[in-house]
């Protein structure tokens, strides 16, 4: 599983021209899932993110979380963090998750931040999203579960 988040001020989420998710100051997190993640792995994951200390404390260190500074988090599914370059100039997908495991974790990971996080919103998982962020810092980290896990 595979985690790319970003510190933003705001951020939001757009299919077919309808907003399906908009937050102000938090985290945009893209979600890969490949075949051998599981829902340990997802409570893993999601246990790390909550409480990645990433915020600026008074002193100008990063050292609060998400609940230290009452962020929202807007979560996209996004099977190409699994794209594999290595050969030729096309990606390879091979290592992504098929859809409907994907679909599944995917839900199970929202519920599971909804558990701990007033603000959560997300995209449409499979459809054609646009996203629109202002990144703060930027900063930008990368969590992968066979690193964490």
Request: include cysteine; hydrophobic fraction near 40%.
């Given at each position: ?43 893993k ?8 200390r ?21 979560l ?74």
């Amino acid at each position: 599983m595979r985690f790319v988040v970003q510190r933003v001020a705001s951020a939001s989420c757009t299919v077919d021209q309808k907003i399906t998710g908009n937050i102000e100051t938090g985290f945009l997190v893209l979600i890969g899932v490949s075949d051998t993640d599981t829902t340990e792995t997802a409570d893993k994951m999601t246990r790390k993110l909550i409480n990645l200390r990433i915020f600026e404390d008074s002193e100008g260190k990063t050292n609060r979380s998400l609940k230290d500074v009452s962020g929202g988090l807007l979560l996209i599914s996004q099977f190409t963090l699994y794209a594999d370059c290595r050969k030729g100039n096309r990606p390879s997908f091979i290592r992504a998750g098929n859809p409907a495991l994907a679909e599944k974790l995917y839900e199970y990971i929202i519920d599971s931040c909804k558990k701990e996080i007033p603000v959560v919103e997300q995209g449409i998982f499979g459809a054609d999203m646009k996203l629109s962020l202002v990144n703060d810092g930027p900063f930008t980290v990368i969590l992968d579960s066979d690193e964490i896990c």
